[in-house]
């Protein structure tokens, strides 16, 4: 991010003076520009991928290229000399022992299907936790031109190309018929007991939309921003949410597990959006396997 962009995301989340509290402006300003690094990263890259700089891990579908590794080696670099004492958990190469204290989730290059063929969602995404949860949010979509960035107890806000933030709310749908609603599938669906079928076939014929984006830190930002009303998922890990669903809490929205509890960081499974919404999604989706749709 250009320094003045950097100024107007500070000044929007007040930290561009004295803070108290974990968040101040460096520690801020660290996380932003990292994103924005990873995004230019991105970019540069886009055009001269190789079959070579594209590899798989847990499946044929979850690809992993050179660009993530190298993002999060410029991410978790920045964050490090930003705040030594902190532990960092990325998704590729960095995963500190938890001890308790200060945790960033780094998933540095979200939507990685999307970024090798050419598809625009996909981002950066960086979330900080302590013992409250979430304190401070930065997702940055390189392609769009957006970044979301949210500090708790400061409101969660949208920066858009010309650096204008504006603040953000979840959407005021109060039932299904009227939502746009997101999700997504597993790369093991068919190893894993719940592929998440199921859950959609009993969503599908009460929303006025289903969407699936392909990055779940960019489907939270959106239900964040309003444009979309509600989002669950199950079996994702800790970097594919933290920082999304930082932004939907200082949005206004709710973030649970599956059985309406608070596991969700941890336990994979997320519903998230307006209350209606949510509590309308949670009595149609669960983590447990039916059957439907799901290999044996």
Same mark, same amino acid.
């Given at each position: 991010m250009t320094p003045d962009r950097t100024a107007a995301a500070l000044r929007a989340l007040g930290l561009d003076g004295s803070a108290s509290g974990l968040v101040d402006g460096a520690i801020a300003t660290a996380a932003i520009d990292a994103a924005q690094e990873a995004g230019a990263l991105q970019l540069d890259s886009l055009e001269e991928l190789t079959s070579g700089d594209v590899r798989t891990k847990s499946s044929a579908r979850d690809l992993v290229t050179r660009v993530d590794v190298e993002c999060e080696e410029r991410i978790v670099a920045r964050l490090r000399a930003a705040a030594p004492g902190f532990e960092i958990e990325a998704e590729e190469e960095t995963d500190d022992e938890r001890r308790g204290g200060p945790r960033w989730f780094v998933d540095p290059l979200d939507g990685t299907v999307n970024y090798v063929h050419g598809i625009p969602m996909f981002c950066a995404s960086i979330g900080l936790f302590d013992s409250e949860g979430p304190a401070l949010s930065v997702v940055h979509a390189a392609r769009i031109g957006e970044t979301f960035v949210a500090a708790r107890g400061r409101g969660a806000w949208c920066l %858009?190309?010309?650096?204008?933030?504006?603040?953000? +709310?979840?959407?005021?749908? #109060?039932? !299904?018929?009227? $939502?746009? *609603? /997101?999700?997504?599938?597993?790369?093991?669906?068919?190893?894993?007991?719940?592929?998440?079928?199921?859950?959609?076939? %009993?969503?599908?014929?009460?929303?006025?939309?289903? +969407?699936?984006?392909?990055? #779940?830190? !960019?489907?939270? $930002?959106? *239900? /964040?921003?309003?444009?979309i009303d509600g989002f669950w998922e199950l079996h994702l890990s800790p970097f594919d949410l933290a920082a999304g669903a930082g932004l939907v809490l200082e949005a206004g929205g709710v973030v649970t597990d599956l059985e309406r509890g608070d596991d969700w960081l941890r336990g994979g499974h997320i519903a998230a959006g307006p209350a209606a919404v949510v509590e309308a999604l949670l009595a149609r989706v669960h983590a447990r396997p039916d059957g439907a749709g799901d290999r044996p």
């Open positions: %858009r190309p010309d650096g204008a933030p504006s603040r953000i +709310r979840v959407s005021d749908a #109060a039932s !299904l018929g009227e $939502a746009v *609603v /997101a999700t997504g599938f597993p790369y093991r669906r068919g190893e894993l007991a719940n592929s998440n079928l199921g859950n959609f076939g %009993r969503v599908f014929y009460d929303v006025r939309g289903v +969407r699936r984006m392909g990055s #779940a830190a !960019l489907d939270l $930002a959106y *239900v /964040a921003a309003g444009r």
